[in-house]
């Protein structure tokens, strides 16, 4: 055989190779270039991404979404998986980040439920940290804690450190004096009687809460530009949202917090910084069952935080349910300006891992964010908003 001929048949070799590798790498033989929200997503090996109540952390030029493994029931028999991505469209399965403990013992044995995992990536220690919701095996959604781990590598394994109900035996910053004493008799009031709400606005979840820590569920975690961490989680009974600072180290809580919307029932926090303002979505509290989105704005994380509304704009449906999903996180594309997506969870608690994922652009509108539905879109979007 001649070398020309030789040379062509292993250049045909090897573009076939490629080519192979490359529908194995996706397990289909396309590539995403947009999103479509509500359908299934398919990550590199052709399995609809398991990364529910997810966040994303952008590091080394790419992306990293981190989120709840879920299979038929909502327990936790995985743990937290990661996927990687360098264009937003196609996600790459990097396997379990947080592994759910086989020791009956652990906190985060499989059957506990871990929720809303966040990973933040410490510039002081060079460390990743994932804090998430934990509830304990067997006890429903009563222990209302959170949960932190660490890892030398972005993707894991994460290394399991401890769960707490935080700020134990400490005062939000906003909480008056008159209301650190106790008030006997409250304990007696009807839940959602006037009185109760009335007792909740001042206080009463916080002061029985306030030796063994106050409750943690839905929660986030938000990096400012000068590095300090905040927790924000959703707690006294689901009531008032928590914003409280995390060490340097984002490893604990450093005991300065204060509640947001004392009585206002949010849950599913998500916040960003756009033009030195935070905004923070979050969404009613009725479980799995979609609601109705609120919106809000502040000139520091600890706030205080105004009411800007429902961000839905849309039919009377679309308002009403948030487009049938609830916020998760919100996502500054890099590179891009005032680029900021919207991710939320359409929750399938029949069959959770059937969940799907429902990613938005951001508008602004008169100064507030803004939600619309687009059956699909691509990042362009935000190069024409540039041109608006
Ligand atoms: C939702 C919450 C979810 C999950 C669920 C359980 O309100 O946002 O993360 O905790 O309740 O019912």
């Known amino acids: 055989m001649g070398l ?36 299934l997503w398919k990550d590199n090996k052709g399995t609809h991404i398991n990364a529910h109540g997810g966040g994303i952390l952008f590091k080394n030029d790419t992306y990293f979404w981190f989120g709840e493994h879920k299979g038929s029931t909502n327990n936790a ?24 403990s086989k020791d009956p013992d652990s906190e985060i044995t499989a059957g506990s439920v871990m929720e809303r995992p966040k990973v933040v990536f410490n510039e002081k220690t060079g ?40 700020n134990a035996g400490l005062w939000p910053e906003n909480f008056k004096e008159d209301w650190r004493q106790p008030k006997p008799g409250l304990d007696s009031l009807r839940w959602h009687s006037d009185p109760w709400h009335e007792a909740l606005k001042k206080g009463y979840f916080v002061r029985r809460d306030f030796e063994k820590g106050q409750m943690a569920r839905d929660m986030t975690v938000f990096v400012d530009d000068d590095g300090t961490a905040y927790h924000i989680h959703s707690s006294e009974e689901n009531q008032t949202l928590h914003i409280s600072e995390l060490t340097d ?12 919307q004392p009585d206002g029932q949010n ?14 979505i979050t969404s009613d509290l009725t479980g799995w069952r979609p609601n109705a989105a609120r919106s809000f704005k502040a000139d520091s994380v600890l706030g205080p935080w105004k009411p800007l509304g429902n961000p839905v704009r849309g039919t009377e449906e679309d308002k009403k349910r948030t487009f049938s999903s609830q916020s998760t996180f919100i996502l500054p594309v890099q590179g891009k300006n005032g680029a900021f997506i919207f991710m939320a969870d359409r929750w399938r608690p029949e069959d959770p ?6 990613w938005l652009p ?27």
Not at 16 to 28: A, H, R, S, V
Not at 249 to 260: A, I, N, S, W
Request: one cysteine or more; proline letters at 3%.
């Open 77 to 100: 028999q995985v743990g937290v998986k990661v996927y990687s991505s360098k264009d937003l469209y196609n996600w790459k399965d990097e396997g379990v980040a947080l592994s759910v």
């Open 353 to 358: 891992i059937d969940g799907r994922y429902i």
């Open 267 to 280: 849950e599913a926090p998500a916040i960003f910084k756009y033009q030195d303002t935070y905004y923070m």
């Open 4 to 39: 020309l001929k030789k040379i062509r048949i292993n250049s045909v070799i090897l573009v076939m190779t490629f080519l192979l590798q490359g529908c194995i790498m996706f397990g289909q033989n396309f590539a995403y270039n947009s999103f479509v929200p509500g359908e």
């Open 249 to 260: 180290d984002y490893l604990d809580f450093t005991g300065k917090y204060v509640r947001v």
């Open 362 to 388: 951001v508008h602004f509108e008169e100064g507030k964010p803004v939600l619309k539905w687009y059956d699909e879109w691509d990042l362009d979007f935000f190069d024409q908003k540039e041109n608006e």
């Open 127 to 166: 460390k990743y940290v994932m804090w998430f919701h934990l509830e304990l095996k067997g006890q429903g959604y009563e222990a209302a804690r959170t949960g932190v781990a660490v890892s030398e590598h972005v993707t894991g394994p994460y290394q399991y450190l401890k769960s707490f109900r935080p």
